[in-house]
């Protein structure tokens, strides 16, 4: 039943095995690619508002 | 050919590698700003008595606002209180070095000064001091940014940049803002 | 129903039960700093909301969460009764008592200091006794986790403690350690303030002594959320944790480094020094280090079962996801909300950055976004997990489950991406009230009205949650089958010491502390600065 916790485990060992020649490629991408933004992000913040308010200290 | 335990924990410390890296690259930009283009959090440690503000010297009334000093230097001195800024408006000078120096007799206070970097708390028992230079000309608003009772809302200040050739201190030193 | 259900059900009723109250008073807030009137408006009552809707939101609602999914686990993951349940009832009462002198102080006006409370603005002693009984309650909670662990691995010698429970007491031993700057404010300096006993107050010591707990304290609330990111979603979604040994690794680093940070929130104050500044900065850079690797260990977890049910390509597996199941669903809008709200952090984490949102709605748009929403849509998340197991029946309909968890994100991101930009244009916090006849004010007008937008959404989803949750109390009953946490690619054997105990990490977390914190707090005894008066609000103050 959906949703339910008690949902019976898909996984025998010889489909794993086989998926995990795949994984974790798809994550390695998702996980890149959230970094990169992230880091494209805070550079954005850095050079594009904050280096032009002046200076502070 | 399954993928062991070894070989999952050999991708994990792949990837903590590229974490290590993207981190890494934030720090040392944080670094740079901070040594090179003079970005740092104020972080003047200072202490005065908020019990005797009004008779320190620095914090008396008639001392308050916009003054050059003998050397040169433009300084701002400003008194925040429950719910005023003293004085509430200040002229500062475009272009030049500008040391802001505030400090508050009662509870905690902060400010922000809208479209610049200028930021601190104004802790009692404490001289805040913030260094900037202010680009662009015009009124920008300096609210209080820390809840200080139940007037905060309407506790805030203006900062009146003026271009340098109309930056003119009086034969003390002083610039004010003029009376409507 | 067995007590341990009723222990976690009257713990998570009252939780949810704060939250929702606590949501009236925040669309109430919006409203009231938004252009358009609001109804009983007043600057006293403006305050009052915000100290309720915060002390509702920070300490009750997670608190008696954490308290009751930490007896569940306990009991579910370990397969063994709850130690000293009478403690633990002892402790829910304790807890309901402090909710209650806080929340009768914070209504009478006595209160109105916020749920940071900086002095030396104060309030009532018994504002404060109130909040020191609900930190004592889940001194209990700590304690009998750690009981509850000591005899688990005495029955079973060398085996490793399951993750969820390994994870709970990491939570359990961080929150002590947490607990010891709030309290040490309250009990030294705040309470004998409050009563009259001493009429100055060192304001750099309290908000030193503050600022240890308010960042560890965010950790305490998250880790039921990646309790779940590890233990529950694999399952949920039809696959496998794909590393047990790093999740482990994962809560340990959170242990490490969320308690020598909290100089991050004194940024810009005058009573630290650069020096201490930097090196917290650089303890918060590590501290960003195990929310990564969990973001690419579950997203490995969640590919393994997007994989299996067919998924293809290197983004075919995303599309096969069972999102149907609140679990997984909760979790992609999570992991979405992580990407702002981590973005938000990693701004106000950056040093010189700090000033350019400091006290802004930037900051604010922050909190909301990734406690708000990241961690407390996994609470909901949990609770629908959990709900048949704790009352013996079956959901009535998932797709209210769905639809609440939608409105739930899609409230927050409206809410809280307007925040940001405002909080760049300068808007600042805890105002009541905008001069919209400002124009740089006015210029802000539409954004907050949008906001408020995203925040009725939010109240409408607040209710169906708790809609979601009565229902079962009408549902058909169903046989209480045991709780299943997920099962990892390799379920380990035997884990080194280290990620089975925490002796080691309480000696490198007292070193780290001594490092970050010795002298920015003895620097107040050896200095001696001046002090300042104290205020009693609730009195014409």
């Known amino acids: 039943m959906t949703g339910d916790p008690e949902i019976e485990d898909a996984a025998d060992d010889e489909r794993l095995a086989r998926v995990l020649e795949d994984v974790p490629k798809g994550a390695l991408a998702v996980s890149l690619a959230a970094v990169a933004l992230l880091l494209v992000g805070w550079f954005f913040v850095y050079l594009a508002i904050f280096i032009p308010r002046g200076t502070v200290g | 050919m399954p993928a062991s335990e070894r070989d999952i924990l050999a991708t994990e410390l792949r990837w903590s590698a590229v974490v290590a890296g993207a981190v890494g690259i934030i720090f040392g930009a944080i670094l740079y700003a901070a040594v090179a283009l003079h970005a740092n959090p104020p972080s003047n440690i200072e202490t005065i008595d908020p019990k005797t503000l009004h008779l320190s010297g620095e914090f008396t009334e008639s001392n308050l606002g916009t003054r050059v000093e003998a050397d040169g230097q433009v300084t701002t001195r400003i008194v925040a209180t429950q719910f005023t800024f003293v004085p509430q408006c200040v002229v500062v000078p475009a272009n030049r070095p500008v040391t802001l120096r505030l400090s508050s007799p009662d509870v905690i206070h902060g400010i922000l000064v809208t479209g610049t970097n200028v930021n601190t708390m104004v802790v009692p028992g404490y001289v805040a001091q913030v260094h900037t230079e202010f680009t662009a000309s015009g009124d920008l608003l300096m609210p209080c940014h820390e809840f200080c009772g139940l007037g905060h809302s309407q506790m805030w200040a203006t900062v009146r940049v003026v271009p340098p050739e109309s930056f003119r201190p009086d034969q003390d030193g002083r610039v004010a803002c003029e009376k409507p | 129903m067995k007590s341990p259900d009723r222990l976690t059900l009257a713990h998570l009723w009252v939780a949810f039960a704060a939250f929702a109250v606590a949501c009236f008073f925040g669309v109430w807030q919006m409203w009231a700093r938004?252009?358009?009137?609001?109804?009983?408006?007043?600057?006293?009552?403006?305050?009052?909301?915000?100290?309720?809707?915060?002390?509702?939101?920070?300490?009750?609602?997670?608190?008696?969460?954490?308290?009751?999914?930490?007896y569940f686990t306990a009991e579910s993951a370990l397969e063994r009764p709850l130690p000293g349940k009478s403690w633990a009832w002892l402790a829910f009462l304790l807890g309901i008592l402090g909710t209650v002198m806080a929340v009768v102080t914070i209504l009478s006006g006595r209160a109105t200091v916020l749920y940071t409370f900086y002095p030396p603005l104060t309030a009532s002693p018994f504002f404060y006794i109130g909040l020191v009984l609900v930190v004592v309650a889940s001194w209990i909670w700590c304690v009998l986790m750690l009981v509850a662990m000591a005899r688990w691995k005495h029955a079973n010698p060398g085996r490793p403690v399951p993750l969820a429970m390994f994870a709970t007491v990491a939570n359990a031993v961080m929150w002590l350690w947490t607990t010891v700057g709030v309290a040490s404010e309250l009990l030294l300096i705040v309470i004998p303030a409050a009563f009259g006993w001493r009429e100055t107050v060192d304001v750099g010591l309290t908000r030193t002594l503050f600022s240890w707990t308010l960042h560890a304290i965010v950790y305490f609330w998250l880790f039921p959320a990646y309790i779940a990111f590890y233990t529950m979603v694999p399952k949920a979604a039809g696959g496998r944790l794909y590393s047990d040994l790093m999740g482990r690794l994962s809560f340990v680093l959170f242990l490490l480094y969320s308690l020598p940070v909290g100089m991050h929130h004194l940024f810009m104050d005058p009573e630290h020094s650069t020096g201490f500044k930097f090196l917290q900065m650089m303890l918060t850079v590590l501290v960003t280090v195990p929310t990564l690797l969990t973001v690419f260990t579950i997203a490995a977890s969640l590919e393994i079962a997007g994989r299996l049910r067919g998924g293809r390509g290197l983004f075919g597996w995303l599309r096969t996801l069972p999102y149907d199941r609140p679990m997984v669903l909760a979790t992609a809008l999570a992991f979405v909300m992580l990407f702002f709200g981590g973005g938000g952090g990693l701004v106000n984490m950056s040093y010189g950055l700090n000033a350019l949102v400091h006290n802004t709605s930037w900051v604010t748009a922050h909190f909301h976004l990734i406690f708000g929403g990241t961690v407390v849509i996994m609470y909901f998340a949990i609770a629908y997990a959990i709900w048949p197991r704790l009352t013996g029946r079956q959901p009535e309909?998932?797709?209210?489950?769905?639809?609440?968890?939608?409105?739930?994100?899609?409230?927050?991101?409206?809410?809280?991406?307007?925040?940001?930009?405002?909080?760049?244009?300068?808007?600042?916090?805890?105002?009541?009230?905008f001069d919209y006849a400002n124009p740089i004010i006015a210029a802000w007008g539409p954004w907050v009205v949008l906001s408020l937008a995203g925040g009725l959404l939010l109240l409408a989803s607040a209710l169906l949650f708790v809609w979601n949750l009565a229902s079962y109390h009408r549902g058909a009953t169903q046989a209480a089958a045991p709780f299943r946490f997920a099962l990892a690619v390799h379920m380990p054997e035997r884990v080194p010491a280290m990620l089975n105990g925490f002796g080691v990490w309480n000696m490198l977390v007292l070193v780290l502390m001594l490092a970050a914190y010795g002298w920015p707090l003895a620097q107040f005894a050896v200095l001696s600065p001046p002090q300042a008066i104290v205020h009693h609000v609730g009195q014409g103050g």
């Open chain 3, 397 to 433: 309909s998932l797709g209210l489950q769905r639809l609440q968890l939608w409105l739930w994100f899609i409230g927050m991101m409206v809410m809280t991406l307007p925040w940001h930009w405002l909080g760049l244009q300068g808007q600042w916090r805890r105002v009541a009230q």
């Open chain 3, 34 to 70: 938004s252009p358009l009137a609001a109804p009983f408006f007043t600057p006293e009552h403006y305050f009052i909301s915000v100290t309720a809707h915060g002390v509702s939101m920070a300490f009750v609602l997670t608190t008696f969460f954490i308290m009751g999914f930490g």
